[in-house]
């Protein structure tokens, strides 16, 4: 009884008896909240992804295929590698083994005999126009060929220029060895002045043509010649006559 009595004495007297503490369910309703505005979110993207039509991909149109037609080339009258337009310049020298059969003209000099009808047909009627056309050059081998070079360069020299200036003028007047027309047998020069107008006019009505006119200088890499005409063959000279292109020209649009 005493014991209780001291007990109960010694207990503050304003002591309040002790309650269990209870936790705050903060965090639990933080996650359910989260929970919720997660299964809301991933609720309506569904929802609105069910209502939204999706993009139609448009339909695969098979375009028939393109028709590229190309032309034929059109084919020359005679071919190309006939001995007829075998080209020769100083981009493209004769070969040192062009062998040529000769037929000899009136005056000695010799021409290509394949040539020959055509050439007599042509100076025949020209000096049935009233004219007297001369063939001062025909034929040439290669020794013939540089020896002509060389006078040339020699003039020029003595005229003032240089070994290199005459070399170089000279070229646009005069072949070197093995680059001349007149290896050929097919070329003539014509030197009479009155015929040259006719000539102009009507060789091609004998397979003839000028070789080197005056607005064909960059094509030909020689000066104008009036007196130059080569044998190309009746096809090849009246297309060439009709369509104003050079030898050069001529080849190169068939090639």
Not at 49 to 67: C, D, N, Q, R, S
Not at 102 to 116: A, E, F, N, P
Request: glycine share 6%.
């Amino acid at each position: 009884m005493e014991q209780t009595q001291q007990r109960t004495q010694q207990r503050p007297q304003n002591a309040r008896p002790r309650r269990k503490k209870r936790r705050a369910p903060i965090r639990e309703l933080a996650i359910c909240a989260a929970v919720i505005f997660v299964a809301g979110f991933l609720m309506g993207f569904l929802i609105r992804g069910a209502f939204i039509p999706k993009e139609e991909k448009p339909a695969e149109t098979t375009l028939p295929p393109v028709e590229t037609t190309t032309e034929p080339k059109a084919q020359p009258p005679v071919p190309l590698d006939d001995w007829r337009l075998v080209l020769v310049n100083a981009a493209n020298p004769l070969p040192e083994d062009y062998s040529v059969s000769m037929t000899q003209l009136s005056d000695g000099l010799q021409v290509d005999k394949r040539c020959y009808s055509d050439l007599q047909a042509m100076l025949d009627a020209c000096g049935a126009a009233g004219l007297s056309p001369r063939i001062e050059s025909a034929y040439r081998d290669r020794a013939a060929q540089d020896a002509r070079f060389d006078a040339e360069m020699t003039r020029l020299v003595e005229g003032g220029m240089n070994h290199a200036q005459a070399e170089q003028e000279a070229a646009k007047t005069v072949a070197a060895a093995g680059c001349s027309e007149h290896h050929l047998g097919l070329a003539v020069d014509i030197a009479d002045k009155d015929s040259q107008q006719w000539l102009q006019e009507h060789s091609w009505e004998y397979g003839f043509i000028l070789r080197y006119p005056s607005d064909k200088t960059a094509e030909t890499g020689y000066a104008y010649d009036p007196g130059h005409y080569r044998y190309v063959g009746r096809e090849a000279a009246k297309e060439m006559w009709e369509s104003g292109l050079c030898l050069e020209e001529y080849l190169r649009q068939y090639q």
